[in-house]
DNA sequence: TTTCCTGCATAAATTTTCCTCAGCCTCCCT
DNA sequence: AGGGAGGCTGAGGAAAATTTATGCAGGAAA
């Protein structure tokens, strides 16, 4: 093979945008740049190259003939390496991450941007859906779903133990309290999921009467449980790692005397193998390590 | 359009080649430079991208299967760029020159070092032909050929007026020398043109009996008539142009009491309109003028 | 096994390249 | 005529690429 003359690409790919746009100016905006950087590349080509791509009216430039010529040839090229790279780029650095509704917006969404902070290359995209135990996550990078304890979890990553504890908004809190310790019959309770599961577990671990309990309303989200709970319905079973932002601000308070109490598990599953999402579900794994 | 990520593509280009070749020392014995400046491109690129393109070994890379992806797309349009601009390159600063053999020989290839320091980028190819009077030269960018006083010359620029004076070798001039003027008659005339063309316009010009000449041998050039004369052979009408080297280092002598006379000019025609061809035209009219 | 040699990775230093800035010019548009 | 826009250029500083030196690991040779 014989020498050959090495022409930088960088500069090729900064005349093959003067030539689209037909403006220094413009080409340099469009590279962030200034337009002496551009004028400075494309003499720096043409030298190289010794020949004249441009026409230099006093203050506009046009293609020559031969500089037409080399932009057809290769801003096809040009175009063909950025899409491949940028493709690649996205595949690698863009993640979708399937989340229950609740747990997405009370969990995930207040933290991604630590996440965003670690890794800032890498995009997230956030699905949310309501329904607790869909089994089959499509089409997503990382899954995040709730186990109840006990239930069959093959292939799916601890992320959280899931402690629960009555909470309740400290106006009620306040109102049923008259010198003594409130009792939980004193308080609505509020169901968050089908068949009322978590309030039965609870009554069966505590040893406490499920007729004790006055149900109020029902709700298909924690979420909305704990938004009525804010808003002095009722009292709400509640996840701890739901509720960090409400108890730390004083909106929900912990129900005086009951401890929290496991009733499973937040788990992830990786539906692929990239980079980004390593990245992501280490970061997961030591978020929930900071919130013990 | 979206704020995109630009990879360099002088990085891409080292992929490619790494990819090509499997070795990043190799890749970089092709592109000139240390291995480590490969490793650091090929790092740096991936890590901006964000992707592994190769597996390490510990003193091997093989590439993965996103790296043949990527190769197997981005590679066809590296090449197809780097012809393109080479090919321009090429055509811009190659250039052929046509000349008769004799002035190729004699002054051309002589001179064309000076040239070469001038311009070191332009490549020269020179294609002689010995036949004087050939009006088409086909698919050269200049060409030079001799014109008889008179003829037509449209188009064609001036290069040099055609001076000529009978030389002789030393030898023979010192043989026929008995301490008088020598006569033309003393020596041999050769022929270099068909028809004895030169020597009769002399011997018209200055009023010389033709029947004083005593033709020898005759010659299809000029050169190998001049060939001839340095080995004593005889005199020709030689032009200035063509025996400089040798009156200067005295190797053929000027017949004294002769002055030159014109019979023609050397001539040249711009058949492109690249630079290096531009070039090429200013410094043979330089060199000329530096003869003067 | 031990030793040497080759190939790659990495850090620091250096060289090269690139970019910006400021000044200047010309055209174009009020 | 004046001012804005667009482009050129040179100087100087910022950023990037390269080299150098060193380490490390695998394979070949002793």
Same mark, same amino acid.
């Given at each position: ?6 022409? &930088? ?50 203050? !506009? ?38 989340? !229950? ?60 133990? #899931? ?50 309990? &006055? ?7 924690? #979420? ?15 996840? !701890? ?21 496991? !009733? ?29």
């Amino acid at each position: 093979m014989q020498e050959r003359h090495r022409v &930088s690409l960088n500069a090729v790919r900064v005349f093959a945008i003067v030539a689209r746009t037909g403006s220094l100016t413009a080409a340099g905006a469009e590279l962030g740049v200034t337009s002496g950087a551009v004028s400075h590349q494309l003499k720096k080509l043409e030298d190289e190259l010794g020949v004249s791509f441009f026409r230099r009216g006093n203050n !506009t430039v046009s293609l020559t003939d031969m500089g037409r010529r080399f932009y057809e040839e290769v801003a096809p090229a040009i175009g063909l390496i950025e899409r491949s790279a940028d493709a690649l780029y996205r595949d690698e650095n863009e993640i979708s991450v399937h989340a !229950t509704t609740s747990l997405a917006l009370r969990w995930l969404i207040p933290s991604l941007d630590r996440f965003r902070v670690l890794c800032p290359k890498v995009r997230v995209r956030v699905e949310t859906s309501s329904a607790r135990g869909i089994p089959a996550i499509p089409d997503s990078d990382v899954g995040i779903r709730y186990f109840r304890t006990g239930e069959e979890a093959e292939g799916w990553e601890l992320l959280a133990r #899931d402690l629960r504890r009555p909470v309740v908004s400290p106006v009620l809190l306040a109102r049923g309290n008259h010198g003594r310790e409130i009792a939980v019959a004193d308080v609505p309770a509020l169901q968050c999921c089908v068949g009322n599961w978590d309030w039965k577990l609870w009554c069966e671990t505590f040893g406490i009467p499920p007729a004790d309990l &006055s149900f109020a309303h029902a709700f298909d989200t924690d #979420d909305a449980a704990l938004h009525a709970c804010v808003a002095g319905l009722g009292m709400v079973l509640a996840p !701890t790692i739901l509720t960090a932002r409400e108890t730390k601000s004083g909106a929900l308070m912990i129900l005086p005397g009951h401890q929290p109490f496991e !009733t499973g598990t937040y788990r992830y599953r990786r539906c692929s193998e990239s980079r980004a999402v390593r990245q992501f579900c280490a970061w997961m794994d030591t978020e929930m390590r900071n919130l013990e």
